[in-house]
């Protein structure tokens, strides 16, 4: 199965309490990607400038991704500046320079039309959108977006969430979003935009899944959530990519199954926590350019057991 991707492919310049780096490779499609090519075959549509180099595209295609879809255009690649200098919870931006992506036009290579699974990673709704028009014959489509186009961009965005089926977002976004803060509250509010399923990403807490779809639950209306907790962490030295890299592997895994079932659900949900724990070990992606399968599945089962209550004592 193959999950095609659309969304940022970036430049990150990155200010956390372990250090400042210029211009690493990043992007919500890039951290996406990486992850989920752990799981199953990925492909990523996007658009860079010319500072993106055969070095920094060979990233990805070390990973097996396909990048027949990433487009070289004239100008300089998405740019993007964040500090986690107040809080290691919170992103505070400091500039978003679309470049390329100020004038993208999403085409999908013809290898890429026959894709199972589409995921619709933070980008400019418009473009997301574009995409999802362009793969009207998708199993299932998942999508991310953050608070800076959920403030300014609202009405192209709720276009967006009418066609999801899975919406992955952080806590904070999801009451902005809803402009409610009961997360209960909130998660109805925003599945009552359209998304069939939620899945609340709460950082260093972990991620809780809201239903309220016939074809995986049997319900037709919000079901008792499902709480998944993430891998406690000595030592976090960049979170950016945590959420992308949650989705990836979460997306990922439920690409790499037969068939979408609430127990493959709730387990994505842990394949998620997993490789957004390993994304925040070290600045960037470079965590996951040594990281096996066989890591993966020992931080599943170290989840497994934190989360584990035994019945019977
Ligand atoms: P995350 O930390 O998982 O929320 O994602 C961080 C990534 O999102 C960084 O690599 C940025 O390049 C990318 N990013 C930041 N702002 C935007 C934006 N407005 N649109 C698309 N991607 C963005």
């Known amino acids: 199965m193959s999950i095609l991707v659309v969304g940022s492919v970036a430049f990150d310049t990155l200010e956390t309490p372990h250090g400042k780096r210029e211009r690493v490779q990043g992007g919500a499609a890039f951290h996406f990607a990486m992850a989920a090519s752990f799981f199953t075959d990925v492909r990523v549509v996007g658009v860079v400038g ?8 060979e990233t990805l295609k070390k990973r097996g991704v396909d990048t027949t879809g990433i487009e070289h255009a004239e100008g300089k690649s998405f740019h993007w500046a964040g500090s986690y200098m107040k809080s290691l919870s919170e992103a505070e931006t400091l500039a978003t320079d679309l470049n390329v992506f100020g004038s993208f036009a999403p085409k999908i290579p013809a290898s890429y039309l026959d894709s199972d699974y589409l995921f ?31 403030a300014d961009h609202r009405a192209n965005l709720e276009k967006v969430l009418a066609e999801l089926d899975v919406l992955l977002i952080n806590d904070g976004e999801a009451r902005m979003l809803a ?30 899944a809201f239903f309220c779809d016939r074809s995986f639950t049997g319900v037709s209306h919000i079901t ?11 030592e976090v030295v960049d979170p950016t990519g945590a959420g992308d890299c949650f989705a990836g592997g979460f997306y990922g895994y439920i690409a790499s199954q037969p068939e979408l079932t609430p127990a493959v659900f709730r387990k994505a949900l842990f394949y998620g926590g997993v490789m957004g724990s390993y994304a925040v070990e070290s600045f960037g992606t470079e965590r996951l350019h040594t990281l096996t399968r066989d890591d993966i599945e020992q931080r599943f089962r170290t989840l497994q057991e934190i989360s584990h209550l035994e019945l019977e004592a």
């Open 50 to 57: 010319e500072d993106f180099l055969p070095e920094h595209e």
């Open 120 to 150: 619709l990673a933070n980008i400019d709704p418009v473009l997301q959108l574009q995409v999802r028009k362009q793969m009207p014959d998708v199993k299932l489509v998942a999508g991310d977006t953050m608070n800076y186009w959920i």
């Open 179 to 208: 402009g409610e803060n009961n997360l209960l509250k909130a998660a109805r509010k925003v599945m009552e935009m359209g998304p069939k399923s939620l899945v609340v990403k709460h950082g260093e807490y972990g991620a809780t």
């Open 224 to 234: 008792l959530p499902f709480r998944a907790p993430a891998m406690p962490l000595d």
